[in-house]
Structures are given as C-alpha cells and as structure tokens.
C-alpha cells in the first residue's frame, strides 16, 4: 500500500489546542537566558568536576620540514595537502577549492 505523505493527517486523537493554550502550558522561564551567564562561559559548571585548581601543560613543538602553515585557513597542514604556493604564501586544497 503506498502512502501519500503529502496528504493531510486525519485521525480522531488529534488535539486541536489554541496557542494561548500551548502558552499556558509552558514554564515561563522555558526560552530565558540569563545574559550575564551567556557573557561569561566560565560561569558553567561541569557537573561533578572541579577543575579550578588544575594546571594544563602543553607542549608547543616547532613546524616540522613536512608542514606548512595554509595562508587562507592558518591551519598547520602536512606537505601533501599543498595546492599552491599564492601571492601571500601556501594555500591548501581544502582552501582552493
């Protein structure tokens, strides 16, 4: 049996609710974003994690003789995914296309 989806929906168990009602319906904080909260991510907690006292090492290592740096995107990227050099420097596939 084919089914037309385009066709309009019909059953008995449908509800037919006004907005106002929908409306009533909803908490009233639903779509509110505190702004001083959205201006400052640091402000969210992971739950269960207190990271405020770890340190991050991280190790910046030198470009290597097979990388470039794109021109376009600033991305490191190995020797083969070179496209060509430009007018302001290297510029990868990814970028040229």
């Known amino acids: 049996m084919a089914t037309d989806y385009d066709a309009p929906r019909k059953s ?7 907005i106002e009602a929908l409306k009533a319906r909803r908490p ?12 400052n991510p640091s402000s969210f907690d992971l ?3 207190d990271l405020s006292n770890v340190e ?6 030198p470009p290597q ?8 995107c600033f991305l490191v990227k190995h020797r083969s995914q070179l496209d060509h050099d430009g007018a ?10």
Do not use: Q
């Open 12 to 18: 008995d168990d449908d509800n037919n609710e006004s």
């Open 28 to 39: 009233d904080n639903a779509g509110s974003i505190d702004s001083e909260d959205a201006d």
């Open 47 to 49: 739950p269960g994690a």
């Open 56 to 61: 991050l090492d991280v190790v910046v290592l």
């Open 65 to 72: 003789d097979d990388e470039f740096t794109c021109m376009s």
């Open 88 to 97: 302001d420097g290297p510029i990868c596939r990814d970028c040229a296309a």
